[in-house]
């Protein structure tokens, strides 16, 4: 697969490798006050970002798993790479004078920031989001949209992945098959819009019920209580 598949892949296993279970089934204020405990900790202490992100990614170990944590590592070192040559590059032309340990730092608080940024993202549940849409009051299409973007994107990923490997067999190149895959997507999302008018239309009369997991929030809580030892 071309280097573009690759990178789509990853980024199809960082965030559309799981589906509604896990933490995206804990209880919103478990995740609520992680969130807001892990951006007080980053804003207050300079290194609380290194330490957020490797809590982070070992809560990631747990859901969305193993695969998820590789995955994410290589999206965010890509970042984290592309940081840290651009200051090297700013220490050669002059315009900054960091040194290589303020540089591979530079590059640290990267990949952990990039990797909390990315599992709050994870852990955030389409259906709850409909759900508390729903109750602002919001009835007919917008409510659907968390829905539909969850549905539809990675099945767009997954096409352009599939169309990727087709054109690799007839030995075509990789912008050959984008304006493919491009046209597909497009053509879904008119059909998905066509059968489902009536639905997409209408209001939600009832909100979607999730089964609550026993023990995530409990472990999110953990984690929320280490991060409160490091605030003191």
């Excluded at 980053?42 to 998820?68: A, F, S």
């Excluded at 990789?174 to 059968?195: D, K, N, S």
């Excluded at 009536?198 to 984690?223: C, F, G, Q, Y």
Aim: net charge positive; proline share 4%; with cysteine.
């Amino acid at each position: 697969m071309s280097v573009i598949g690759s990178l789509v892949s990853i980024i199809y296993n960082v965030f559309f490798l799981r589906g509604e279970d896990g933490f995206r089934r804990a209880e919103p204020f478990s995740k609520i006050i992680y969130i807001l405990c892990a951006i007080t900790l980053m804003t207050r202490h300079p290194d609380g970002v290194v330490i957020t992100g490797v809590i982070t990614l070992l809560l990631g170990l747990y859901y969305p798993g193993m695969e998820w944590a590789t995955s994410t590592l290589v999206l965010t070192s890509l970042l984290g790479a592309y940081m840290g040559a651009s200051t090297l590059l700013s220490n050669v032309l002059g315009w900054s004078s960091l040194t290589i340990f303020q540089i591979l730092l530079v590059m640290a608080r990267t990949i952990t920031l990039s990797t909390t940024v990315i599992f709050i993202v994870v852990i955030l549940s389409p259906v709850s989001i409909s759900n508390i849409l729903r109750k602002l009051g919001i009835r007919k299409l917008v409510v659907h949209v968390p829905l539909l973007i969850w549905r539809l994107v990675p099945y767009g990923m997954r096409w352009f992945m599939e169309s990727l490997m087709i054109g690799s067999l007839k030995n075509e190149k990789t912008t050959a098959r984008i304006p493919v895959v491009v046209a597909g997507v497009i053509e879904v999302g008119r059909f998905l819009e066509e059968y489902s008018y009536h639905r997409l239309n209408s209001e939600i009369k009832t909100p979607i019920i999730l089964v609550k997991e026993r023990h995530t929030p409990d472990i999110i809580l953990v984690a929320f209580s280490f991060l409160m030892l490091l605030l003191l």
